[in-house]
């Protein structure tokens, strides 16, 4: 993907939208002005052919015609294109205009329009034509009715069109003058304002496995915009090198356990062909490697029901499961420990109140009350009671497992479900126990939406609790059955 | 020699000493946890710690660095399941003398255990010369000028030991702590047994006295024309 500088973006789009902001101030400045300065050249030719037909003039002594004081004409503003004009009299005995103009031109002017632009001799004009103005001077004896005159006046708009270019251009130089330090300044803030999330992005690039120290600068923890941004980072980050750390201890664990395991069966073979032996001791050295095969492979399986329990947490439900009997999974587990416990002389006395369903598999559910079940069957004493109770309570279903066993201390409690982890070492050894159990009961249980609580006192017992969330539909359904 | 085994799994424990006993000649303990661990190594002298790494209580590290600090200066073999690097520059850095990796080789493991005894008691060959009397620390060999002494296997754990401290004092209790485990006390006279077996096989064939008994004391193995010095094998020991 091609990448892209938010960088430069941010600061092609304030260039851009400032030169736009320069043009349209050009635009828009030179119409508005371009439009009074028509109207005051407009005012200016009425004023102009007024003044030209206020020359015309009875003659004094009463003889007929007009008379026209040309010398009293204004001089024109244009040097060199003189203002052009033309009078004629409706009664037709008298027309003047200015020297060298032929009246022609004014002929074609449309009847009923008061301007006119044309060109003449290369020059733009503008006229106006003032129709039927009374002559201004009286005398006695002038015809009935008094001749009226026709006006028009034209003047080169060459000087307008002059002073309109020449106030675009200033406009247009004064905007560029302007526009070169605010840019300059719009880039040195874009940069300055962007500086935070570069420093953020620095500190980010700055993380790896093996670093996982987050320090977000601080001038990006003093920009409102990126605070979501660094609390969403912090809160995975410190979850990712959680889940990262908890892996490498599992591998840690699981490795020195696994070589552990290996390293008694290598031992105990070197030791039988280190020497020749007598065939009892063979005999003896083998069987000890037979258990202690037993041993790996119940090992392997504990650690492969792990990882499986916990990669499907990671994964979430797959397929829509069935709906199981609660109470029959455990009555099923009882009957799977029921020699283990008859060896110790422990009697597993199960109730439940109800009939409860949930959606598992069954065997997952099977393997969390045995699992719950040997470890309580291992810490009691000879001839006692294991309990196990399945009751449903507000919307609850809740299994718990209680003994009258050696309890466990608080300090122990709170880690008893870690992987790996035993609370008394020694007796866990001989019982055979990896610190296993509890962890994969703990992601089972998790797995299925339920909680796992421990409550021990020690020398009197403990009891650990199972609860899930009662499905409404299977309720309902159960109800109807 | 006397060699203590931290170890919390049993099984391997058992072997490890079992592989001592018959390999090296030695007494074994063996300590189930760190706490016991650290216990029994601060209270016995042994020559000797196989340290398991990862150890409930008290993890093998913690065990390393308080044994250290306590001044204790018994050679230590670290058993570890972790060969990262960081982590062995770690156990060295605490003063380990060397480890090994699970699952370790026997032969291997063996002639680890001995090089550290021996440099424990700073001898650096492994034949030990006395005179005429050579002690074979590897192939536990002994002769006397060229010619093969057999020995019994308790008889051999007693030169060992004396051939390894040789030119000390060393006292029946300091030979009953090396040759025994935790129960040492209860084998009281059997050491003058061993010794006057030793001479016989020994002192007929070199012709000259190399065991030495300082009455009330103890023995030294050195030959007789160095007596000179017994008095500095004496302060020797207290040193």
């Given amino acids: 993907m091609k990448t892209f500088s938010l960088e430069n973006r941010l600061t092609f789009a304030v260039v851009a939208s400032q030169l736009l902001l320069a043009v349209g101030l050009v635009v828009i400045a030179t119409a508005f002005s371009r439009h009074y300065g028509r109207r005051a050249f407009d005012v200016s030719l009425e004023g102009r052919a007024e003044s030209i037909a206020a020359l015309v003039y009875y003659p004094d002594d009463g003889s007929p015609g007009l008379l026209f004081n040309a010398a009293k004409v204004l001089p024109g503003d244009h040097r060199g294109h003189g203002d052009l004009f033309s009078v004629v009299s409706d009664h037709g005995d008298f027309e003047r205009h200015t020297a060298g103009l032929d009246p022609k031109i004014f002929a074609s002017i449309p009847p009923d329009s008061r301007f006119w632009n044309f060109h003449w001799s290369g020059q733009s004009y503008r006229a106006i034509v003032l129709r039927d103005v009374a002559i201004l001077d009286t005398e006695e004896g002038i015809p009935q009715p008094p001749p009226k005159l026709t006006v028009v006046y034209a003047a080169s708009t060459g000087g307008l069109d002059h002073a309109m270019r020449d106030l675009a251009a200033i406009i247009g130089v004064v905007s560029l003058a302007v526009l070169i330090p605010t840019m300059v300044l719009a880039i040195w803030s874009i940069r300055k304002a962007l500086m935070p999330l570069r420093d953020l992005a620095l500190a980010a690039g700055a993380i790896s496995v093996e670093h996982w120290k987050f320090e977000p600068p601080a001038a990006a923890r003093g920009t409102e915009e990126l605070q979501p941004l660094i609390g969403a980072l912090s809160t995975v980050l410190a979850g990712l090198e959680a889940a990262f750390t908890r892996q490498r201890e599992f591998v840690g664990d699981a490795a020195h356990e696994l070589k552990t395991s290996l390293a008694i069966l290598k031992s105990t073979l070197q030791m039988l062909i280190s020497k020749p032996q007598e065939p009892v001791d063979y005999a003896r050295g083998l069987t000890a490697m037979s258990q202690d095969c037993e041993r790996l492979e119940s090992l392997l399986n504990r650690m492969l029901q792990t990882a499986r329990a916990e990669q499907r947490i990671a994964v979430g439900h797959q397929r829509q499961l069935e709906p199981v009997d609660l109470a029959s999974s455990c009555e099923s587990a009882i009957a799977k420990l029921a020699q283990c416990a008859s060896d110790k002389e422990i009697r597993i006395d199960f109730s439940t109140s109800e009939e409860a369903m949930i959606r598992a598999e069954i065997a997952d559910l099977e393997l969390i009350w045995l699992n719950l079940l040997e470890n309580s069957i291992q810490y009691s004493p000879h001839g006692s009671v294991v309990e196990l109770t399945c009751r449903a309570d507000s919307g609850l279903i809740t299994v718990t497992v209680a003994d009258h066993g050696c309890g466990i201390e608080p300090a122990h409690l709170t880690r008893i479900f870690e992987r790996f982890y035993r609370a008394d070492s020694s007796r866990a050894r001989v019982t055979g126990g990896f610190g296993l159990g509890l962890a994969i009961t703990k992601s089972l249980v998790t797995f299925y939406g339920g909680q796992i609580r421990a409550d021990s006192v020690p020398r009197q017992g403990t009891r650990v609790s199972v609860s899930f969330p009662l499905d409404r539909d299977l309720s309902s359904l159960e109800g109807q059955q | ?239």
């Avoid at chain 2, 030991?161 to 090396?178: C, I, N, P, Q, T």
Wanted: proline residues 3%; negative net charge; contains cysteine.
């Fill in chain 2, 1 to 239: 020699m006397r060699v203590l085994v931290v170890e919390d799994e049993e099984r391997l424990a058992q072997n490890v000493a079992a592989i001592l006993r018959n390999n090296i000649l030695c007494a074994v303990d063996i300590a189930p946890d760190g706490e016991e661990g650290l216990f029994l190594a601060g209270g016995n002298p042994y020559d000797l710690l196989v340290l398991d790494l990862m150890l409930p209580k008290l993890n093998g590290l913690e065990v390393l660095t308080r044994l250290r600090g306590e001044g204790r200066s018994t050679p230590v073999l670290v058993l570890t399941a972790c060969d990262e690097k960081e982590v062995v520059i770690k156990l060295l850095n605490a003063g380990a003398d060397d480890y090994l990796t699970k699952p370790f080789d026997l032969g291997e493991f063996v002639a680890r255990c001995k090089a550290l005894l021996r440099r424990g008691k700073g001898e650096h060959s492994p034949v030990i010369q006395t005179g005429p009397l050579d002690v074979n620390t590897v192939t536990r060999n002994v002769q006397v000028n060229s010619r093969q002494i057999v020995l019994t296997a308790m008889e051999y754990r007693v030169l060992e030991y004396l051939a390894m401290r040789r030119g000390a004092l060393v006292s029946k209790e300091e030979l009953l702590e090396h040759l025994y485990d935790y129960n040492w006390e209860k084998f009281g006279n059997v050491i003058e047994v061993y010794i006057s077996g030793l001479r016989r096989k020994i002192e007929s064939v070199a012709g000259e006295k190399l065991i030495q008994t300082v009455r009330g004391l103890g023995y030294t193995l050195r030959r007789e024309s160095e007596a000179v010095a017994s008095t500095d094998g004496i302060q020797g020991v207290s040193q």
